[in-house]
């Protein structure tokens, strides 16, 4: 465990010198470290870009397959809202942090959803079969 933690600190810091949020990631698959990143959302000017997304990517290429579920991630800091998501998608199995996030925080979302489920109705029947067609076809797997 000290370990992770030790590398976790290293890419945080990595982070921190090139003037990024110094949050460190890495994802462990039997034990073994197989994908670490931290931040990178100002360098490559891309809002997902965070290091557990990340880390995540590298670990998913690692693999071969984007289901992560024998997976944990150990991480510096709680993951945001849009982290968690992925990491859910990715389906990871724990996931770990070092500090909480700060209930203070100021929240950025300021976007409206909007559905046009019910102005565009044969649209979205049209598109509700493609995806029924699509998941029949490939079925699920695990």
């Not at 030790?6 to 994908?35: F, H, S, T």
């Not at 199995?93 to 909007?114: A, D, E, F, G, M």
């Amino acid at each position: 465990m000290n370990e992770y933690i030790n590398i976790l600190i290293k890419e945080a810091q990595c982070a921190a010198q090139k003037k990024e949020v110094p949050i460190g990631a890495i994802v462990v698959y039997k034990n073994r470290i197989i994908a670490k990143s931290y931040n990178k959302r100002i360098k490559n000017h891309d809002v997902t870009s965070h290091a557990e997304i990340n880390a995540i990517r590298k670990a998913e290429k690692k693999l071969g397959d984007w289901r992560l579920d024998e997976c944990d991630l150990y991480v510096t800091l709680e993951p945001c809202h849009m982290c968690i998501e992925v990491i859910k998608e990715a389906r990871l199995r724990n996931v770990y942090y070092l500090l909480s996030r700060n209930p203070q925080k100021r929240s950025y979302n300021k976007t409206n959803i909007c559905s046009m489920e019910k102005d565009f109705p044969v649209e979205s029947d049209d598109y509700r079969q493609i995806l029924s067609t699509f998941f029949k076809l490939n079925g699920k797997r695990k």
